[in-house]
């Protein structure tokens, strides 16, 4: 059983579109996670949700909104796509913020 | 900012040899320090991790040190081998309110040749 689910694996998608990827977890969690993975590898902090509650905004466009219907879902809708959106992001999760973070396999994003 | 660099970026071992890649933070409020593992195609999966009231965590063949008072920690792959070729990201995790999540290194791609 996968622990940490995202969907679509890939999506290719034209500049100035909307487009979401979906997260669940089946590890009963209180706290997920959105990372943006640039092409260089570096891993960066998106997003931050406990028990439904936003805990971390960084400094993200606001075209990025996360959305969390219950606690295993965290759900990430971008707005009028653009060319340095392209990136792998991941989903994760852990017990409480202080505990280990499962991630997902990622979302491969690319922008055309 | 980058609050953990992370050396070297690349790293090819010979097989059975020892792999070792660093790690140096600021922020002294960190005070929890995983190390990831993560494959292509794959997300990043945690390998082993500290906590700074210890110098040394070891799990089978990989072996984290960490320094405090230098503020730097390192991982050790014994016995390196083919299959540990991937790369490796140190993180670091605050409690501080409004901060609650892992900072990455930049990452190191490990090759251990056969």
């Known amino acids: 059983d996968t622990a940490v689910s995202q969907t679509p694996k890939y999506l290719v998608t034209q500049m100035g579109n909307d487009k979401s990827i979906k997260c669940e977890q089946n590890?009963?969690?209180?706290?997920m996670y959105w990372y943006k993975q640039d092409s260089k590898k570096f891993l960066k902090i998106m997003f931050s949700?406990?028990?439904?509650?936003?805990?971390i905004n960084e400094t993200v466009p606001n075209r990025f909104s996360p959305k969390s219907p219950d606690k295993a879902h965290l759900n990430l809708h971008i707005n009028s796509l653009e060319l340095g959106d392209s990136a792998v992001y991941f989903c994760?999760?852990?017990?409480?913020?202080?505990?280990?973070?499962?991630f997902g396999d990622g979302t491969r994003l690319s922008i055309l | 900012q980058q609050q953990v660099k992370q050396s070297p970026q690349s790293l090819i071992v010979q097989k059975g040899g020892i792999s070792i890649i660093n790690c140096a933070y600021e922020?002294?409020?960190?005070?929890?320090f995983p190390w990831y593992q993560q494959f292509p195609g794959k997300g990043p999966a945690l390998l082993i991790a500290i906590r700074p009231d210890v110098s040394e965590k070891k799990e089978g063949r990989f072996t984290i040190s960490f320094n405090k008072s230098a503020k730097q920690f390192s991982l050790h792959i014994m016995d390196s081998q083919p299959g540990d070729s991937a790369t490796y990201f140190c993180?670091?995790?605050?409690?501080?309110?409004?901060?609650?999540?892992?900072?990455f290194g930049s990452g190191t791609r490990l090759q251990v040749q056969p």
């Open positions: 994760a999760s852990s017990s409480r913020p202080h505990q280990p973070q499962h």
């Open positions: 590890l009963g969690h209180d706290t």
């Open positions: 993180a670091a995790f605050t409690r501080d309110t409004g901060r609650r999540a892992l900072t």
């Open positions: 922020n002294t409020a960190f005070d929890y």
């Open positions: 949700y406990n028990n439904k509650e936003l805990i």
